[in-house]
């Protein structure tokens, strides 16, 4: 049984770059452009809310979403993801990736049309059903994170196995640069349906009626691109590496491979199909000694790294506001009105998505397979670590050199993305066996997403002013402080990296040893009297 799986196996590690990959990738890809969009796109819209829903009569500046509406409406999707990637993780592994793939999408395209519906007219009803329906829209899109990273790992071939995988992460980048255009759009023609002053000119006629839709359009769009992709999820056959390793049908996995991909598996299609049979040497569980002893510090790393990454990445987006002040992108909220400030926002969020995001996507595509996973991982960490420290230690000058700052500010982006904001993705899909490698990548996506949570609301109250917290929020240790703390934790990141594998170049058997032991057994069966 183990010498007919070592067949489909290496013959999909040698099989050369085809069509099918390309599709797999967009397929794959596609669920995460709807993440990224869907949960980016709700950064858009907060302003908006906060003045539909919070202004008050007679006030001098427009409402904003109190501290807890705010850190309820963005981080409840946060909640729902890290939940989606662990329970979706155990069932890719239990049920296989097929069958749990379609339903991940099916919740994010139901959740994301509910987003923009409301149960009811006062600010209370509305803010609970659009966080009812993000905490299962964020449970869909965490199903997302292992199911994609663990079926792009299982196709590829051993040459350009991180390049796909990159490039499946990648289209996050564009799901960012959609959710910016579409409110850009959508802003745009109601602004000139709709012509508004000033809040300062006519608090009243700042916010027309109609703007309600504005936000609700812009949620509800994120339900496109995930549906159009339902039907592909569907036709995708399982993926040999779970149906010969863990099914344990190399016959079916052959016939399943033969379909949709040109390699020669003709002598495995005609071998017959052994029933499953548990080999004790390599069928060791998650919690077991022998997985602790092979892999837990493997899982150590992939973990740590990803929740310290995540707590400097997301950590970065409470920058952006005073950075959009600083330079003139966002002028103040009274001057504007209510679908003029919606506008404003996406366009200079677009922008830093276009200088600082999208870039350090694809160069991690470029170039992950000549370099290494460790190598840019280290990479980025250490680039990260020394820009917050130019950004710290000479804080009062960037604060007069504004165009400096930005520049500083995109570089760190580039270097989270063209560094651990991707490998943290893909190394947890190539090191752990077939059998618990989605549980695994699910583990250490939720690590992440918990970090995720620490960077943006527990920094959120730690970057507050030591003397003018912004409304709502009590006294913290300020920017400057914040940086260095963020420094001191992309430095622990460097060091948490020493524990990851370097997998480059190498089949997924080879770094998880499932077939040299499997093959061991049979010898041993074989010799048996």
Request: proline residues 4%; charged residues 15%.
């Amino acid at each position: 049984m183990a010498r007919e799986k070592v067949g489909v196996l290496t013959a999909l590690d040698d099989a050369k770059t085809q069509l099918y990959h390309f599709k797999a990738i967009v397929v794959a890809g596609m669920g995460f452009f709807t993440d990224a969009y869907d949960l980016f796109c709700i950064s858009l819209v907060t302003k908006l809310l906060g003045r539909i829903y919070y202004t008050k009569q007679g006030s001098s500046s427009p409402g904003t979403l109190p501290p807890n509406v705010a850190d309820a409406v963005t981080g409840v999707a946060f909640v729902g993801t890290l939940t989606g990637q662990l329970f979706f993780g155990w069932l890719g592994d239990k049920l296989g990736r097929k069958k749990v793939y379609g339903l991940t999408l099916l919740l994010m395209v139901a959740c994301a049309i509910g987003s923009g519906l409301s149960f009811g007219h006062t600010p209370a009803s509305v803010i609970s059903t659009l966080c009812f329906f993000r905490f299962w829209l964020g449970f869909g899109i965490g199903g997302d994170y292992p199911l994609s990273a663990t079926i792009m790992s299982e196709y590829a071939n051993k040459k350009t196995r991180g390049a796909f995988i990159a490039a499946v992460f990648a289209m996050q980048g564009f799901g960012n640069l959609s959710g910016g255009i579409v409110a850009l759009i959508v802003s745009a023609a109601f602004r000139n349906k709709y012509h508004s002053p000033p809040y300062d000119v006519n608090p009243q006629e700042s916010l027309p009626r109609q703007a309600d839709y504005i936000w609700r359009i812009i949620v509800m769009v994120g339900a496109f691109p995930a549906a159009l992709t339902y039907y592909w999820r569907m036709k995708m056959p399982e993926t040999a590496r779970y149906t010969a390793l863990v099914a344990k049908n190399t016959k079916q996995a052959a016939q399943d491979m033969a379909k949709v991909l040109h390699v020669d598996l003709a002598e495995e299609e005609k071998k017959p199909y052994d029933s499953p049979t548990r080999d004790t040497a390599n069928s060791f569980g998650l919690f077991s000694k022998e997985f602790a002893k092979r892999h837990g510090l493997h899982l150590v790393g992939t973990c740590v790294c990803w929740f310290l990454l995540d707590i400097a990445f997301y950590s970065q987006n409470l920058f952006q506001k005073d950075i959009f002040t600083a330079v003139g992108w966002l002028p103040a909220a009274k001057t504007m009105s209510a679908i003029q400030e919606v506008f404003t926002v996406a366009r200079a969020q677009t922008i830093i998505v276009i200088c600082g995001l999208i870039p350090g996507y694809w160069f991690t595509v470029a170039f992950i397979d000549y370099l290494g996973r460790f190598i840019i991982q280290l990479m980025g960490f250490f680039f990260m670590t020394v820009f917050m420290l130019a950004l710290a230690i000479p804080y009062h000058h960037w604060t007069q050199n504004h165009i400096g700052f930005v520049v500083m500010y995109s570089l760190t982006f580039f270097f989270a993305n063209f560094g651990p904001n991707s490998t943290t993705f893909i190394v947890p899909a190539e090191i752990f066996p077939a059998r618990l490698r989605s549980t695994c990548h699910g583990i250490s996506a939720a690590s992440g997403k918990a970090g995720a949570i620490v960077g943006a609301f527990g920094f959120l109250y730690a970057a507050q002013s030591k003397t003018n917290p912004d409304a709502g929020y009590r006294p913290g240790i300020g920017v400057r402080n914040t940086l260095f703390v963020l420094a001191c934790i992309n430095f622990f990141g460097i060091l948490f990296t020493l524990l990851v594998p370097e997998s480059k170049g190498r089949s997924l058997e080879e770094l998880t040893g499932e077939n040299e032991e499997e093959c061991e057994q049979t010898v041993e069966r074989q010799v048996s009297p």
